[in-house]
């Protein structure tokens, strides 16, 4: 029997054992010379080396030690199924040769990948637990067309790059290995060869589905059988709760800091969050439950907003089964989840996405199309295919595998201009010379056609802080095809206007008003999140003038206010029980201040709201439509008075919002109103269970024959200090 390693070059063989051969395949596994065969493996440190049938256990060869550093080889009887039996200075070890298995991926998803059309990536790319040819192992695969060479790394090999590397699949620009015995829970990272000849620090996976807590940065090899879930009734029937005319009330958590125990304050993970968090959505009567993006990032600080493991849920708080059981359990109590998700920038981490296989392979090379300035991140280059796909799969990972019922994208102004937040000579004008990003533009538009025929009933929600024309507008009517879009300007007007001292609050009048102007222009979202808590600006009650009671009751009037405007609701945790700090998320919401009656009435109120806003259907039927809204009093600059109808449709009641928004009482205040009888006073910030003076209607007033307001007839109704009240017609 003549050994065919003979015949090895050895120029390659020193190639391999330095880590810079890039065709692994060439050298080790099987090989055939003529009639003879042989098998060579890369076992540093072995003692020595069998090849045995991988059924009966025959002896097929024995490998002798071709190269000092590793590189064993020898004739084999046969190629068939085998084994190798290695002995280690410590341990005996028997498995199978990765280097004898042929190539995994299909033709079809390595075209897929090419033009960028694989949206799901998370079964393909990345580590998937399989058994091939009855073996179990786990195909490692990772898109790095520039490489020279690509291995992986991990527990199982001692983290040592030069001993599994990859096939690339040139075609794709793919490498691909299946790695037997290796299984659910190993640890593992790419190392990379770039394309100057330079080891590249080992990388984290783009499309890992689990990764190790924080500050760990490995990937973790996840489990790939699908979560069994029971939400079969809420999937068929979420469109209808996410719809325009539905009830939409959203709780915004940061997971880390809502709540934390024992001694060491530990943030609780998803199986806790499930017991405590869901109750508590469901008690306050919210709809939704919106969170800070759970996908894995390195800094916690960033609130999650510079992730770089777009398809895995971070290690922080459990396993991916675990996020699963947590949104499953939502959906059981009727709580629909959204997710904040970031294809806007990442971090330059190196074991990240940055100069993945040496090149500005994700990223723009070009610094004024490819780094954010304000973050200190770098920007997705939309212009390849293989980028878009990539964030698109990412996206359809959270909605597809874990069910979730919506992403609301983060910054997304900063992807539709090329020149945000850069002065003269700092951005490239696109190929019009304009500053549109037309990259971005058809990235969302694609995205946002395909998520309804793919995921019937989710949501896409825009933060966008511009006047971007047509965000929430379906994309064939040459919209952005968004279903929602936060209203940031509305925002930022009534949180001034409400900073104001009441007594300078008649020269912002319009601060309250304006938002009506446009608010049908798109379909809104009204958000009080956490960029309102934080960076110095002072808590939600801490922006109110006047002393504490002027406080408490500023804050109660103004979310009542917020309820009843057109819109969709959402609010930041811990503004629903008036924390006096603002949010610091190394905390913890103060539940403590829930002692003292004033935040008790806050909760209350804000419980109350919710029940209102989703019992009356005047308050949210016609959110989207100017039939629903009418001003009774918009101008009363000098009283700081609103008063506003939402109705529902004809033939259903009214309902009659009027706020005063100065701590004067005002009795014998007359307000136009279109329908005759008793209207009931259905709710007062004023009153003594929200910690207020109980100043009020007694229940509900009678019109008048009294024209007032263009109307035949009119309420003359009590205005307590700093108050909303809710008025409904028909008693």
Same mark, same amino acid.
């Not at 490819?370 to 293989?386: A, P, V």
């Given at each position: 029997?003549?050994?065919?390693a003979?015949?090895?070059?050895?120029?390659a063989?020193?190639?391999?054992v330095?880590?810079?051969?890039?065709?692994p /395949?060439?050298?080790?596994g099987?090989?055939?010379?003529?009639d003879?065969a042989s098998?060579?493996?890369?076992?540093?440190?072995?003692?020595s080396v069998?090849v045995?049938?991988r059924?009966?256990?025959?002896l097929?060869?024995?490998? &002798?030690l071709?190269?000092?550093?590793?590189?064993w080889?020898g004739?084999?009887?046969?190629i068939?199924?085998?084994?190798?039996?290695i002995?280690?200075?410590?341990?005996r070890?028997?498995t199978e040769?990765?280097?004898?298995?042929g190539l995994l991926?299909?033709?079809l998803?390595?075209?897929?990948?090419a033009?960028?059309t694989h949206?799901e990536?998370g079964r393909?790319?990345?580590?998937?637990?399989?058994?091939?040819?009855?073996?179990?192992?786990v195909?490692?695969?990772?898109?790095?067309?520039?490489?020279?060479?690509?291995?992986?790394?991990?527990?199982?090999?001692?983290?040592?790059?030069r001993?599994?590397?990859m096939?690339?699949?040139?075609?794709?620009?793919?490498?691909?290995?299946f790695?037997? @015995?290796?299984?659910?829970?190993?640890?593992?990272?790419f190392?990379?060869?770039?394309?100057?000849g330079?080891?590249?620090p080992?990388k984290?996976?783009?499309?890992?589905?689990?990764?190790?807590?924080? #500050?760990g940065?490995?990937?973790?090899?996840?489990?790939t059988?699908?979560?069994?879930?029971t939400?079969h009734?809420?999937?068929?029937?979420r469109?209808?709760?996410q719809?325009?005319d539905a009830?939409i !009330?959203?709780?915004?958590v940061?997971?880390?800091?809502?709540?934390r125990?024992?001694?060491?304050a $530990?943030s609780?993970d998803?199986?806790e969050?499930?017991d405590?968090l869901?109750?508590?959505v469901k008690?306050?009567?919210?709809t939704?439950?919106e969170?800070?993006?759970?996908? %894995?990032h390195?800094f916690g600080?960033s609130?999650?907003?510079?992730?770089l493991?777009l398809?895995?849920?971070?290690?922080?708080f459990?396993?991916?089964?675990?996020?699963?059981a947590f949104?499953?359990?939502c959906h059981a109590?009727?709580?629909a989840?959204?997710?904040?998700?970031v294809?806007?920038h990442?971090?330059t981490?190196v074991?990240?996405?940055a100069?993945?296989?040496?090149t500005?392979?994700?990223?723009?090379?070009?610094p004024?199309e490819?780094?954010h300035?304000?973050?200190?991140?770098?920007i997705?280059?939309?212009?390849?295919n293989?980028?878009?796909?990539?964030?698109?799969?990412s996206a359809f990972?959270?909605l597809e595998?874990?069910? =979730?019922?919506?992403l609301?994208v983060?910054?997304?102004a900063?992807?539709?201009y $090329?020149?945000y !937040?850069?002065?003269a000579g700092?951005?490239?004008?696109?190929?019009?010379g304009?500053r549109? *990003?037309? %990259?971005?533009?058809?990235?969302?538009?694609?995205?946002n056609?395909?998520?309804?025929r793919r995921c #019937?009933?989710?949501?896409?929600?825009?933060?966008?802080?511009?006047?971007?024309p047509?965000v929430?507008r379906?994309v064939?009517e040459?919209?952005?095809?968004?279903?929602?879009?936060?209203?940031?300007g509305?925002?930022?007007d009534?949180l001034?206007y409400?900073?104001?001292?009441?007594? *300078?609050r008649r020269?912002?009048?319009d601060?309250?008003t304006?938002?009506?102007?446009y608010?049908?222009s798109e379909?809104?979202?009204?958000?009080?999140?956490?960029d309102?808590v934080?960076h110095?600006?002072?808590s939600?009650?801490g922006?109110?003038?006047?002393?504490?009671?002027?406080?408490?009751?500023?804050? @109660?009037?103004y979310l009542? /206010?917020?309820?009843?405007h057109?819109?969709?609701?959402?609010l930041?945790m811990?503004c629903?029980?008036?924390?006096?700090?603002?949010?610091?998320?190394d905390g !913890?919401?103060?539940w403590a201040?829930?002692s003292?009656p004033?935040? &008790?009435?806050? &909760?209350?109120l804000?419980r109350?709201?919710?029940?209102?806003?989703?019992?009356e259907?005047?308050l949210?039927?016609?959110?989207?439509?100017?039939?629903?809204?009418?001003?009774?009093?918009?101008d009363? @600059?000098?009283?700081?008075?609103?008063?506003?109808l $939402?109705q529902?449709? %004809?033939?259903?009641?009214?309902?009659?919002?009027?706020?005063?928004?100065?701590?004067? #009482?005002?009795?014998?205040?007359r307000i136009? =109103?279109? /329908?005759d009888?008793?209207?009931?006073?259905l709710?007062?910030?004023?009153a003594?269970i929200?910690?207020?003076?109980?100043?009020?209607?007694?229940?509900?007033?009678?019109?008048e024959p009294?024209p007032?307001?263009?109307?035949? @007839?009119?309420?003359?109704?009590?205005?307590?200090?700093l108050s909303? =009240?809710?008025?409904?017609s028909?008693?």
């Amino acid at each position: 029997m003549i050994d065919p390693a003979f015949g090895l070059d050895h120029a390659a063989v020193q190639a391999l054992v330095e880590g810079r051969h890039g065709d692994p /395949f060439t050298l080790l596994g099987p090989h055939r010379l003529g009639d003879a065969a042989s098998v060579r493996a890369f076992l540093p440190g072995a003692r020595s080396v069998e090849v045995r049938a991988r059924d009966g256990g025959d002896l097929l060869g024995t490998l &002798r030690l071709a190269h000092p550093a590793g590189f064993w080889s020898g004739p084999v009887a046969r190629i068939g199924p085998y084994r190798l039996v290695i002995d280690w200075p410590d341990a005996r070890q028997e498995t199978e040769d990765p280097y004898a298995f042929g190539l995994l991926l299909g033709d079809l998803d390595l075209h897929l990948i090419a033009q960028g059309t694989h949206y799901e990536l998370g079964r393909c790319l990345g580590a998937q637990a399989m058994t091939v040819e009855g073996v179990p192992g786990v195909r490692f695969a990772v898109w790095a067309p520039n490489a020279r060479r690509v291995s992986v790394v991990g527990d199982f090999n001692s983290w040592d790059g030069r001993r599994h590397p990859m096939r690339q699949r040139r075609e794709a620009g793919v490498w691909e290995l299946f790695v037997p @015995r290796v299984g659910v829970g190993t640890r593992y990272k790419f190392e990379l060869v770039g394309p100057d000849g330079a080891v590249l620090p080992q990388k984290a996976d783009p499309v890992a589905r689990s990764a190790e807590p924080a #500050p760990g940065t490995a990937s973790i090899v996840a489990r790939t059988e699908p979560y069994a879930w029971t939400d079969h009734a809420w999937m068929e029937s979420r469109a209808a709760r996410q719809a325009p005319d539905a009830p939409i !009330s959203v709780y915004e958590v940061h997971v880390g800091s809502w709540l934390r125990i024992g001694e060491d304050a $530990r943030s609780l993970d998803w199986i806790e969050l499930a017991d405590r968090l869901i109750p508590y959505v469901k008690g306050m009567g919210f709809t939704h439950l919106e969170l800070l993006p759970i996908m %894995e990032h390195p800094f916690g600080g960033s609130w999650g907003y510079q992730p770089l493991g777009l398809f895995a849920p971070t290690g922080r708080f459990g396993r991916p089964e675990e996020f699963a059981a947590f949104v499953d359990r939502c959906h059981a109590e009727q709580i629909a989840v959204l997710l904040d998700w970031v294809p806007a920038h990442f971090p330059t981490d190196v074991h990240g996405l940055a100069r993945f296989d040496g090149t500005a392979l994700y990223e723009h090379e070009d610094p004024r199309e490819g780094f954010h300035q304000d973050w200190n991140t770098l920007i997705y280059n939309l212009g390849r295919n293989e980028v878009k796909g990539f964030l698109i799969a990412s996206a359809f990972e959270w909605l597809e595998r874990y069910h =979730v019922d919506g992403l609301r994208v983060d910054a997304v102004a900063s992807m539709l201009y $090329r020149d945000y !937040s850069r002065k003269a000579g700092e951005w490239i004008p696109n190929r019009y010379g304009g500053r549109e *990003n037309l %990259e971005a533009v058809e990235f969302f538009k694609h995205l946002n056609s395909m998520v309804p025929r793919r995921c #019937p009933g989710a949501v896409m929600i825009a933060e966008e802080s511009t006047a971007w024309p047509g965000v929430s507008r379906p994309v064939e009517e040459g919209g952005l095809g968004f279903a929602y879009k936060w209203n940031m300007g509305w925002m930022h007007d009534t949180l001034h206007y409400i900073a104001e001292d009441p007594i *300078n609050r008649r020269w912002h009048h319009d601060e309250m008003t304006f938002g009506l102007v446009y608010a049908w222009s798109e379909a809104f979202v009204l958000p009080i999140s956490h960029d309102e808590v934080v960076h110095g600006k002072g808590s939600l009650l801490g922006k109110m003038p006047g002393d504490d009671w002027q406080r408490f009751a500023n804050l @109660r009037a103004y979310l009542a /206010f917020m309820w009843a405007h057109p819109g969709k609701k959402l609010l930041f945790m811990g503004c629903e029980i008036a924390e006096r700090r603002e949010w610091n998320h190394d905390g !913890s919401v103060d539940w403590a201040l829930l002692s003292e009656p004033r935040h &008790r009435g806050v &909760r209350d109120l804000v419980r109350d709201l919710n029940r209102l806003y989703a019992t009356e259907a005047a308050l949210h039927r016609l959110d989207a439509d100017p039939a629903g809204f009418a001003w009774a009093v918009g101008d009363d @600059r000098e009283n700081s008075v609103f008063a506003f109808l $939402r109705q529902a449709g %004809e033939g259903d009641p009214a309902v009659l919002v009027v706020a005063n928004l100065t701590p004067v #009482p005002r009795t014998a205040y007359r307000i136009g =109103v279109p /329908f005759d009888g008793h209207w009931r006073e259905l709710l007062s910030t004023d009153a003594e269970i929200y910690g207020g003076s109980n100043l009020g209607n007694g229940g509900g007033v009678e019109t008048e024959p009294v024209p007032a307001h263009g109307q035949p @007839r009119s309420l003359s109704l009590v205005l307590p200090p700093l108050s909303t =009240v809710y008025l409904r017609s028909g008693g």
